[in-house]
T-cell receptor
Framework: DTGVSQNPRHKITKRGQNVTFRCDPI?????LYWYRQTLGQGPEFLTY????????KSRLLSDRFSAERPKGSFSTLEIQRTEQGDSAMYLC???????????????FGPGTRLTVL | QKEVEQDPGPLSVPEGAIVSLNCTYS??????FMWYRQYSRKGPELLMY????GNKEDGRFTAQVDKSSKYISLFIRDSQPSDSATYLC??????????FGSGTKLNVKP
């Protein structure tokens, strides 16, 4: 296992289009997080899953955003009717609550950079 | 008020210097304090974390937490050019939701 992977790495789209990103976590990790990061800022929490259940969503996650983790493995983040303000790096992270770690160590993927024209 | 405040830098130091990176936070319920390092165009990676107040040392890195003043520090001894990155603090009270500072960009000059 080589870590968390995200696809695509870069996405350029026109305003109003829908986009979907994929995250493949480390295989034995039961928690998966999505973050958004803009230039000069730290990652902002969007949502997280424990197995297939989406347990928390940020107020940042408007109705245009939806995330799924249907089988408790990979996850997708879809943005509908993209706006220029959605331009950012979208980061995925995974962690494990097993073995006493409580999910404290998150392993991040390389991110998907979204540019909305 | 933001949950976490962090000086964005950039902080430029010569190789071998001792570096001090700091954060303040507002939520007294925070009890875990994480430090992440992020290289350009990469995702963050966990450096170390501490629970409650006190110090924790790991090689050249020391994390320090003062809960009474809501102040978190990361010290890097004998800094190396490979330490050049953005350092993010992330205090939290459970592992469901992480709050990251804006990051301090560090440049260690050879």
């Amino acid at each position: 296992d080589t870590g968390v992977s995200q696809n695509p790495r870069h996405k350029i789209t026109k305003r109003g289009q829908n986009v979907t990103f994929r995250c493949d976590p480390i295989s034995e990790h039961n928690r998966l997080y999505w973050y958004r990061q803009t230039l000069g800022q730290g990652p902002e929490f969007l949502t997280y899953f424990q197995n297939e259940a989406q347990l928390e969503k940020s107020r940042l996650l408007s109705d245009r955003f939806s995330a799924e983790r249907p089988k408790g493995s990979f996850s997708t983040l879809e943005i509908q009717r993209t706006e220029q303000g959605d331009s950012a790096m979208y980061l995925c992270a995974s962690s494990s609550t097993r073995g006493g770690t409580r999910g404290g160590e998150q392993f991040f993927g390389p991110g998907t950079r979204l540019t909305v024209l | 008020q933001k949950e976490v405040e962090q000086d964005p830098g950039p902080l430029s130091v010569p190789e071998g210097a001792i570096v001090s990176l700091n954060c303040t936070y507002s939520n007294s319920a925070f009890q875990y304090f994480m430090w992440y390092r992020q290289y350009s165009r990469k995702g963050p990676e966990l450096l170390m974390y501490t629970y409650s107040s006190g110090n924790k040392e790991d090689g050249r890195f020391t994390a320090q937490v003062d809960k009474s003043s809501k102040y978190i520090s990361l010290f890097i001894r004998d800094s190396q050019p490979s330490d050049s990155a953005t350092y993010l603090c992330a205090p939290l009270y459970n592992f469901n939701k992480f709050y990251f500072g804006s990051g301090t960009k560090l440049n260690v000059k050879p």
